[in-house]
């Protein structure tokens, strides 16, 4: 009966029993139950065969969104990764025939010796007459490649470590952090929103989102289920028969657009790594936020 | 009977000269017998000689026959080439053009000295060793992120079937999915490409 007593670690048991009272509360109501159909009542009793009106279940329920920023370069090799590429470099490089250009290069290189050895006096070079060697040709292939200059793949955000920027940390994932106030503690979390009744999750999630970059996001949603949940209930101080706790549901998105300078944020916000979680988050939240982020 | 005649070799000449039929019965004699072709063996008997018989169909039989027949035969003959089985395409990959078939190219090395192919063996043992290990933590990772999201649908579940059902609908905006993979340089902010022209000469088969 006394619902209330249990601690947050008890959360199993508990889900067991509510769902014994919502299936019971089903098989009563039958198709004239509606969405938030009673969550058993026990204080009604379980002979209590009528259809109870639906009462709102204790639970608030939130929806929250992991916004990914996906890498953008590749992650660099480990010891055993680079090995194994020199070695299959080797291998490909053994069992391969000679290309044409290698022919042309070796034939060059033997005319050159020949004359070499037979002295400088034949007359077949004409003077003014100029023949481009394979040689000549590689050299001006490596003069281009060392004039041309790729982009840093440390970046300057990288250095300064500045967590604002989406420019840091190319080559993993980078999760968006918002500062938001639960109760009366300001907490860094994923962006959430409490559910309004009419509208889906995912749409909650959705919101709360574009409350947090502006609306002119664009981010693909990885489908209509959540990926997470994390469960908690309220302080004994506000917790009462109706407000239990909360459910937070999680949802995917993957970042399309690769700037937001044009989102306004309405609130401190970082891009953090899966790793720098832990500075920010809370143990138990970061336990559920983990199992569903992928470590690449 | 010889005006008869003679109207009808001119009708004849003239059937026979249909463009300038006007110019010839102009200088035929009108009244002189004469012999509108050679069928005519005597000016007189002419309607009988000429190759107008009481059944001229039977020629038209004749020659439908000879169409039907030649029709069937080309029938056959396509029949015959459409059950031949098709030409394979042939893959361009395996097929070694004719002039590298000689053993001009092959390369010489120095043959691999014992140490480098103990090397090489270890090396490779230690990387299957390296992509079990990966393989098997991938695996793992997708184990977790189900049962997270079986454990997220549970919760939903108890909490509205109304909700839970809008989750478990299929995305249809989900798939294609397109992604750009990553590179080894982030992009050059401003970078101009040399300008060129990409002329695709791969081979196309029909079949």
């Known amino acids: 009966m006394a619902a209330a007593a249990s601690s947050p670690r008890r959360g199993y048991r508990k889900a067991r029993r509510e769902r014994g009272g919502k299936v019971a509360a089903a098989v009563h109501c039958g198709p004239r139950a509606t969405v938030m159909a009673a969550p058993g009542q026990r204080a009604l009793g379980w002979g209590r065969w009528l259809c109870t009106a639906p009462a709102p279940r204790p639970w608030k329920l939130f929806g929250a969104m992991c916004l990914l920023r996906l890498p953008r370069i590749t992650q660099p090799l480990t010891k055993d990764e680079e090995e194994m590429a020199a070695l299959m470099g080797q291998i490909e490089l053994e069992k391969s025939c000679y290309s044409d250009h290698e022919i042309r290069k070796m034939q060059e290189e033997e005319q050159l010796r020949r004359r070499k050895e037979s002295g400088y006096d034949d007359v077949d070079e004409g003077p003014g007459k100029t023949v481009i060697m394979a040689q000549d040709l590689e050299e001006k292939w490596e003069q281009k490649f060392l004039q041309f200059e790729a982009a840093p793949r440390l970046t300057d955000a990288d250095k300064s470590n500045n967590r604002t920027s989406l420019d840091r940390r190319l080559d993993s994932n980078l999760l968006l952090l918002v500062k938001q106030k639960v109760g009366n503690q300001e907490l860094w979390l994923l962006p959430q929103a409490e559910w309004q009744p009419g509208e889906t999750l995912r749409s909650t999630a959705e919101r709360a989102m574009a409350t947090v970059l502006g609306g002119h996001v664009q981010a693909k949603t990885l489908g209509n289920a959540p990926h997470g949940v994390y469960k908690y209930k309220f302080p004994r101080a506000i917790r009462t028969e109706d407000n239990l706790g909360a459910k937070v549901f999680f949802f995917k998105a993957f970042l399309q657009s690769s700037d937001l300078s044009q989102a306004e944020l309405k609130r401190d916000c970082l891009w953090v790594t899966k790793e720098e979680l832990g500075g920010y988050l809370k143990a138990e939240y970061l336990k559920k936020v983990n199992r569903f982020l992928l470590d690449l | ?207």
Do not use: N
């Not at chain 2, 070799?9 to 110019?23: E, I, W």
């Not at chain 2, 200088?27 to 018989?53: D, K, N």
């Not at chain 2, 039907?68 to 396509?78: L, S």
């Not at chain 2, 089985?85 to 043959?111: H, Q």
């Open chain 2, 1 to 207: 009977m010889l005006a008869a005649t003679a109207r009808a070799g001119r009708l004849f000449c003239g059937a026979l000269t249909a463009p300038d039929g006007a110019q010839l019965s102009s200088w035929l004699p009108q009244m002189a017998p004469f012999r509108g072709s050679h069928w005519q063996t005597s000016v007189l008997a002419f309607r009988a000689s000429l190759p107008m018989r009481a059944q001229p169909k039977k020629k038209k039989k004749v020659d439908v026959k000879r169409e039907q027949a030649q029709k069937d035969r080309m029938k056959k003959k396509i029949k015959k080439l459409e059950k031949a089985a098709a030409e394979m395409i042939p893959i361009e990959d395996f097929v070694t053009p004719f002039k590298y078939s000689d053993g001009s190219r092959v390369r010489s090395l120095p043959p691999l000295s014992f140490e480098e192919t103990e090397r090489r063996v270890l090396l490779l043992k230690k990387w299957s060793v390296f992509k079990q290990k990966q393989d098997k933590a991938e695996k793992q990772a997708i184990q977790t992120l189900v049962e997270a999201q079986q454990e997220a649908l549970k919760e939903l579940r108890l909490e509205s079937e109304e909700l839970y059902q809008a989750a478990i609908k299929r995305d249809e905006q989900l798939f294609p999915f397109e992604r750009d993979g990553p590179s080894y340089t982030p992009p050059l902010p401003g970078y101009d490409p040399p300008e060129g022209k990409c002329i695709d000469i791969t081979k196309v088969y029909t079949q």
